[in-house]
Nanobody, 125 residues
Framework: HVQLQESGPGLVKPSQTLSLTCTVS??????????WFWIRQPPGKGLEWMGA???????YYSPSLKSLTSITRDTSKNQFTLKLNSLTPEETAVYYC?????????????????WGQGTQVTVSS
């Protein structure tokens, strides 16, 4: 089955750019009708949908994050990457990548077929 693994820095300074990569195994990020997502969970809060990249490379972003976020992919490595600019301490969260067989903005785990284990990102000077 599909497995996802997030990787990236655990500690980032305010105003810097965060770059997180999700490596996919057991499936292809270009497979028809598969969608790939970034979701985060700040401490003590619920899941926040950040954005998505589709099997064809189209992207969708949360309106509140659109100006700060980009999602790209490397099909040769079967990876997709989140970049989040101008970090503030409020961006401290566990960041997850996930996949689904449909476009969704769900903020519950049941809305997705597969999840990565999550990676803690702390924004602090």
């Amino acid at each position: 089955h599909v497995q996802l693994q997030e990787s990236g820095p655990g500690l980032v300074k305010p105003s810097q750019t965060l770059s997180l990569t999700c490596t996919v195994s057991g499936g292809s990020i270009t497979a028809n009708y598969d969608y790939w997502f970034w979701i985060r969970q700040p401490p003590g809060k619920g899941l926040e949908w950040m954005g998505a990249i589709t099997y064809s490379g189209s992207t969708y972003y949360s309106p509140s994050l659109k100006s700060l976020t980009s999602i790209t992919r490397d099909t040769s490595k079967n990876q997709f990457t989140l970049k989040l600019n101008s970090l503030t301490p409020e961006e401290t969260a566990v960041y997850y990548c996930a996949s689904a067989r449909r476009v969704t903005v769900a903020t519950g785990r049941d809305g997705y077929e597969y999840w990565g284990q999550g990676t803690q990102v702390t924004v602090s000077s």
